[in-house]
């Protein structure tokens, strides 16, 4: 048998090129043993809103080593850099106002705020997240009313805000049903010209003592004693120490991370964040939740939520100018300078009041 020449060799591979590169092209997406297959690397379609955000960098997916490293941040902001406002979503479902926060932020520069999404991995998100949404999602966990998913949520929101920009200033945390009822630019002067968090911290409510018992009669001791223990909406505007105080916070935690053996009392999202901040640092907050909420007719620990039928110019007013609730540290609720804050925000509307909320949303929502 004649043995092949180098030069045989080469023109049998440069005839079998073109075959390769035809096989690689048209072949199926590689599949895992067991598993989906693949999808292929495509860039994200491009997007018709004003901003089309970079995907997030993700560091960190362990939550113990998320937190100690977002708890080691620079608590100063990057000189001549100005305040950002992190707007951080938690959410079991798509975005239903989408459209009226997209409205909301394509009114102002981008270099104002950020954008994050805590989303559930259990639930399906169809239609997708998209326009200032897009790329915003960060690695997030399963959460359940009556346990401490929601509240480690919001923490895992907070340490990805701070690991991702330095300029974030205020953080401020919404559900999904959640409404802004100010414009960005007066939402803006009001969070960043704060020196002081905004979260809801009351005391001697109804039913503390049974909130706090929830886990066992003594598993909050001797870490955080009935005295100590606080109540408060769970959306908040935090500081960026506060922020850091949250992610870095141990002790706290390690009492408010234990199972509740009575779930119908247990609310470690209302009672977490004002509890930490009362007892580290309650002169640093004005204490008071700025989004709105309607607890008549309430159920079943819901509050009211506004149908489509609901939602007027005149609804919008009235949340405006209904005064909120301060709880008693010692300053009445107001500023160094003696200054009072309106709510900004608003919950719960159903998702099809979106319709109605567009149609007033220059002329009514945007408008001071």
């Known amino acids: 048998m004649l043995s092949p020449t180098p030069l045989s060799l080469l023109c049998a591979l ?3 090129f073109p075959l390769a590169v035809i096989i690689t092209i048209t072949s199926p997406a590689t599949t895992v043993p067991g598993g989906d297959p693949l999808p292929d690397l495509v860039p994200p379609p491009k997007t018709h809103q004003r901003f089309s955000p970079k995907p997030l960098p993700f560091p960190l997916q362990d939550d113990d080593s998320l937190f100690r490293v977002a708890s080691r941040v620079d608590s100063k902001l990057p000189p001549g850099s100005p305040k950002k406002v992190a707007f951080l979503f938690l959410t079991i479902s798509p975005l239903p106002f989408a459209p009226l926060w997209e409205v909301y932020f394509n009114r102002t520069p981008q270099n104002l705020f950020n954008v994050y999404v805590h989303a559930d ?21 399963s959460t359940l009313r009556f346990t401490p998913t929601l509240a480690s949520a919001a923490r ?3 340490a990805h805000a701070l690991l991702h920009d330095r300029s974030n200033y205020m953080f401020a945390l ?4 959640c409404i802004p009822i100010h414009s960005f630019n007066f939402t803006y002067e009001t969070l960043t010209r704060s020196k002081r968090s905004f979260i809801e911290i009351l005391e001697n409510e109804v039913g503390s003592f049974d909130r706090w018992a929830a886990r066992g009669q003594d598993a909050m001791l ?9 109540i408060g909406s769970q959306f908040w505007s935090l500081t960026r120490k506060h922020a850091r105080l949250v992610v870095g916070d141990e002790m706290v935690w390690a009492k408010f991370n234990q199972p509740c053996m009575v779930w119908d009392t247990c609310y470690p999202e209302e009672n977490y964040f004002p509890t930490l901040v009362h007892m580290r640092d309650p002169r640093g907050v004005v204490p008071v939740t700025l989004t709105h909420v309607d607890w008549n007719g309430s159920f079943d620990g819901h509050p009211r939520m506004y149908a489509e039928s609901d939602v007027t110019p005149q609804l919008i007013s009235r949340l405006r100018k209904d005064e909120p609730r301060y709880g008693d540290d010692g300053t009445n609720g107001s500023d160094s300078k003696g200054r009072r804050f309106p709510f900004l925000f608003a919950r719960k509307f159903s998702p099809e009041s979106i319709r109605p909320l567009l149609k007033i949303a220059s002329h009514v929502i945007f408008k001071d």
């Open 174 to 177: 919404f559900s999904a049903n």
């Open 222 to 230: 001797p870490t955080v004693k009935l005295e100590d223990f606080r």
């Open 156 to 158: 895992r929101l907070l």
């Open 121 to 141: 991995p259990s639930y399906t998100y169809d239609p997708p997240f998209s326009g200032v949404f897009a790329h915003r999602v960060i690695p997030s966990k």
């Open 14 to 16: 440069l005839l079998c």
